[in-house]
């Protein structure tokens, strides 16, 4: 039972720009979202963007519950919590929802649960745990190696969903852990250097709809009515917006059906902040992120011990490669992978598995040493 002394103290060390940067992204996420499902003055507007204020609230009390639990506490129990996401992404492949050719979501009393979400905040937890021992040499090899099997097996589990773009997040999470916890970069260069002599291999385990997504990406004219059309119209939306935009829910791409009203929501809803809000909008949003992810890392800079520091780093590193894969996506930088941008897009699992990594860098933050 927590005491009210504590409960004083956590709110009196909480970062409070952390926690007002998280609330103006969710407002305009809630804008946007609403602005993504308007069509015209008399036509009834999706409820998406009322979901969506829930799943807000629901994320904010996750964010208050990890915040108040010491983060250590996480680390007693992180073999526990990677095990329960492994059995979370096995009951998927068994007997998951088909949503779009792929299983990725489990309905618990009629609500659908993206378990990936969740999976990805376990393994992170399990390497930070692993990785924050004081007695642990990372410039070991068998030390590495079983870093990299820790995220290896969520990473084969979600890849085989299919989910290329979540899965791929884990990457760049345990090899910037792996740095920060003391991993020579002799030995980092030397691992992303088999990495490239890998990808090759790659092609032949991804499915015909991840293949097309990547032929488009080399040549958007290739299939321009078909597996091209989101990254034309998003590219179209994005440069039609101009300096200032077009104005709030005057969005020609949206409002008339040519950026998909499937992924509009989601995917794509950094294409419809930019052709409302122009390029002054879109840097507003890109600059709360640098904040954001500032915040991270000063936290990880401020933490008590090496494990917190892992935790929030690896809270920051996978946020980054949403933020950044989703941005890049957008403007036809990089290949369309389904990643939906931080407390912005529309989505329950999403929004809640982002709101318990952000509690967890705050946990790390208000438990910090005084320097």
């Not at 308007?38 to 009834?44: K, T, V």
């Not at 994320?59 to 492994?86: I, K, P, Q, S």
């Amino acid at each position: 039972m927590i005491k009210w002394g504590e409960i004083k103290a956590v709110l009196w060390r909480l970062d409070w720009w952390m926690v007002l940067v998280i609330m103006a992204l969710m407002g305009a996420g809630i804008a946007f979202i609403y602005s993504a499902c308007y069509r015209h003055d008399d036509l009834p507007v999706s409820l998406l963007y009322q979901k969506q204020i829930v799943w807000c609230g629901v994320g904010f009390g996750f964010f208050l519950t990890v915040l108040f639990v010491d983060y250590r506490r996480l680390g007693e129990n992180a073999l526990w919590l990677y095990l329960v996401g492994l059995v979370l992404l096995l009951l998927v492949l068994l007997v998951g929802k088909k949503v779009y050719g792929a299983y990725r979501w489990l309905s618990f009393f009629g609500i659908q649960v993206q378990p990936s979400e969740f999976a990805k905040l376990s393994t992170l937890v399990a390497l930070a745990a692993y990785l924050g021992r004081p007695d642990r040499d990372v410039r070991r090899m068998e030390t590495i190696a079983v870093a990299l099997g820790i995220m290896l097996v969520p990473f084969l589990l979600i890849l085989k969903e299919p989910d290329l773009g979540t899965a791929m997040v884990l990457v760049p999470m345990v090899f910037g852990m792996l740095f920060v916890a003391g991993m020579p970069m002799r030995i980092l260069l030397f691992l992303l250097f088999l990495g490239m002599l890998v990808l090759p291999v790659s092609w032949l385990v991804l499915s015909p709809y991840q293949k097309d997504r990547l032929m488009v990406f080399v040549d958007p004219d290739r299939d321009p009515l078909g597996a091209g059309w989101n990254m034309v119209q998003s590219i179209i939306a994005v440069g039609s917006g101009g300096v200032t935009g077009k104005g709030f829910l005057q969005g020609t791409q949206n409002i008339l059906g040519f950026l998909p009203r499937t992924v509009a929501p989601t995917d794509f809803i950094y294409s419809v902040i930019a052709e409302e809000t122009g390029f002054v909008g879109s840097m507003v949003i890109m600059g709360l992120y640098v904040l954001l992810l500032s915040f991270c890392i000063r936290a990880a800079g401020a933490a008590r011990d090496r494990f917190g520091r892992l935790l929030a780093v690896g809270a920051a590193i996978m946020m980054c490669c949403h933020v950044f894969v989703n941005l890049a996506m957008t403007v036809g930088l990089m290949p369309i992978t389904g990643l939906p941008l931080p407390l912005i897009s529309y989505g329950g699992s999403f929004m809640v598995g982002t709101m318990i990594s952000l509690g967890i860098v705050q946990s790390v933050y208000v438990r910090r040493v005084e320097r």
